[in-house]
């Protein structure tokens, strides 16, 4: 049996619960509000002692970690394949995922934490922040949650940093699909093309200097394909295991601030 | 054929010598001295535009990265596995090589560099640094070299978070070693053993604060057999492929500064 601890509609848990998507996989959802900080809670942290969403429990056993997560998917359901047969393919799509993780993944949501989280903390009182503090297990993370509450949120040098990061693996994911194609490793949809979505999606119109048709036409249209598939379509729309993020109305605007 | 550009005894070339050694894999060796930049000279970055050491060359085709460069290997020479089989401890193998790039490898690499790395920079006259700076590829490496080639190096609140990050990391690995092992994965030497050791050889001596044997017996014995296997004890020795480290005698051993 599986099961699936996550918050819906954001990115990390959509990264998992695209994954089971395409595998057509059933599980059982429980959603944890992330914005009530269910996450730093004794009952959670049982499970998952960094704190961190989404964790997958399979026949019992917690795994955590969202890369390691979709390839053990793939390792213990292997049809239909989301990895390349080809080593050499398989590597550009590990390289792309670790690339995602280690500049993708935190440039993004230091941007989305500077737009959207912070709401959850930045009208906290003193006292219930220092509560909320000292419950985040990891440092980084503990760090994170303290500048989000700044009430000018992070330093516009790292805002500044995260929206270059963005540029750079842009370009790299162009050059890749220029050169191979049509997807992140190549021929083959893959772990890859799930990993990086949730961080590049809708990423045209969000971030058109970015990602456009004159600069990065094959990102655009890797966006168009693959937000046309079925899985996608179904993953992204709000639903009883996923309803609308804070901040956002169901069809994903922003609500204006009141 | 197999070629291998790297740079003999620093971590990240031990990772992939490891793994060749463990499989017995004969390769074309390239010294690259990045002490004298070369990783950063046109003839390499053909090779890596990332500039990083080291990049293995399979049949003609580039492979960057050492942790996906070593599952290539595993990938592409299966024999002797260097990946469990059951599909829960690859997660957990995948989980803790993870937990090395992103946490433990910057922390020692910071800690490494303060202490040797930066002898090679502190003296450059000010057009040099500022020369040698222009031709690195990345962003963060550049932010690492400026850093290092202040009269003070790293700032001591990074210093002193390194060590922080370092001491979870082993504290994570002994909790790993004393539910499962003997090895990080369980029953299996594996690539996250490969991965770790690296940035833990010999930490008991040169870090017995960390790591000792009233507070991580298991990571102690662990470092004991570890560092017994003979591809290790080949790959960690001065060889004409692997020259000591700057600042370091033969037998590791800190030159005093003159």
Redesign the interface.
Known sequence: MLELYHSGLTANSLKVRLTLAEKGLDYVSHFIDIHAFEHHRAAYLALNPDGQIPTLV?DG?P???T???N??LD??FPAPPLRPAD??A??GM??FS?LV??MLFPSVSMLGWQRRVRLTVKDLAPDALREMLARVPL?EKRDKWAKAARPEGFAAEELE?SR?NIA?FVVRMEEALCEDGPWIAGADYSLADINALPFLYRLDLLAPGIVNEAETPHVVDWLTRIQARPAVIDTYSVSEEAPPRVGEAADGSLIPPA
Chains 1, 2 share one sequence.
Do not use: G, S
Request: charged share 50%; hydrophobic share 35%; glycine share 0%.
């Open positions: 399979h056993r795994l955590t970690e890369t390691v997560i390839e053990y390792d213990a080593a050499m398989r590597a590990r390289r670790k993780d280690e440092e940093l270059r750079f």
